[in-house]
């Protein structure tokens, strides 16, 4: 909760208020019955506009008390939170996940990402990276993948649709001292 605190103290001063910025849930986190409401209540202590926040979980955080957990983040996207499923297509039954829960993110595994080719060949690596994206655009998801570190993967996954990505080729992770400083609002997605 102290991470989150700190969230919301320096959110606005690092993306302004047309960015956003994603935390991490864990499933310990969603033992707590009023974990939405905290969270809630956190955002509107420190004026941090609900747009501005992106929850990340797992698939893993979703199978220790299912019914709970898809009410609360069912309520946290109604107050405007977005909800990202992270290290998409490393779980067993994500497909089965899309339909019941308010995702609006997919995140695809850094796995799927170092695996593609430098080159146009086409892999199995590439060709599942593709299918997440048609199937998140069918589902009208944004797809956001994990861990780019060459240019070439973000050639290829440009090719493919996916417009939003993280990794060390963009930046490289810096103490939250580091874009306070900045300038201007952070805004790399």
């Known amino acids: 909760w102290q991470i989150f605190e700190q969230v919301c103290i320096q959110a606005v001063r690092l993306i302004g208020t047309d960015g956003f910025i994603s935390i991490n849930v864990s499933g310990r986190h969603f ?15 420190y004026a941090v506009p609900t747009k501005c926040i992106r929850i990340e979980v797992t698939e893993r955080a979703l199978l220790e008390n299912p019914t709970q957990v898809k009410q609360m983040l069912r309520n946290l996207r109604s107050h405007g939170v977005g909800i990202a499923l992270d290290d998409f297509g490393t779980g067993y039954s994500s497909l089965s996940y899309l ?18 080719p430098p080159g146009d060949e086409e892999t199995q690596g590439l060709a599942l990276v593709r299918a997440i994206q048609v199937l998140a655009d069918s589902l009208q998801m944004k797809v956001i993948a ?44």
């Open 146 to 189: 994990e861990g780019i570190e060459e240019e070439s993967q973000r050639q290829a996954l440009l090719k493919v649709g996916c417009r939003y990505g993280q990794g060390f080729l963009f930046a490289m992770p810096q103490v939250a001292e580091t874009w306070l400083r900045a300038a201007r609002p952070l805004m790399l997605a």
């Open 99 to 116: 339909h019941q829960y308010p995702f609006e993110t997919l995140k695809i595994d850094r796995s799927f990402i170092t695996e593609l």
């Open 31 to 45: 033992r707590s019955s009023d974990l939405d409401q905290r969270l809630l209540a956190l955002f509107d202590q």
